[in-house]
């Protein structure tokens, strides 16, 4: 049974920072592109980041250069870091493993 259980979101203030992380178990997690996506309400949900079995990563033009992704296959774990947060970055943020696995969310809410 696969589960992608993130965590970390919050809420924080313009400007701020905070690093989102999802658990992988019930997948051989080392293979799989992971990728964080997110969705404002009324809006369709997005691709955040994304990053390969070998370490390269792609990014939204709306958050280069301010959120990072990594991952820890020891862990298999996969992280978000977030800084310069601004309001527009307001979203529940999902996981997904692949192209068929998704988490099941965690709330940002970034108050200016």
């Known amino acids: 049974q696969v589960q992608l259980v993130e965590s970390g979101g919050g809420l924080v203030q313009a400007g701020g920072s905070l690093r989102l992380s999802c658990a992988a178990s019930?997948?051989?997690?080392?293979?799989?592109?992971m990728a964080w996506y997110r969705q404002a309400p009324g809006k369709q949900r997005e691709l955040v980041a994304s990053i390969t079995s070998s370490g390269s990563t792609n990014y939204s033009d709306s958050v280069k250069g301010r959120f990072t992704i990594s991952r820890d296959n020891a862990k298999n774990t996969v992280y978000l870091q977030m800084n310069s947060l601004k309001p527009e970055d307001t979203a529940v943020y999902y996981c997904?493993?692949?192209?068929?696995?998704w988490g099941q969310g965690t709330q940002v809410t970034v108050s200016s």
């Open positions: 997904k493993a692949g192209i068929a696995y």
């Open positions: 019930g997948i051989i997690f080392r293979i799989y592109i």
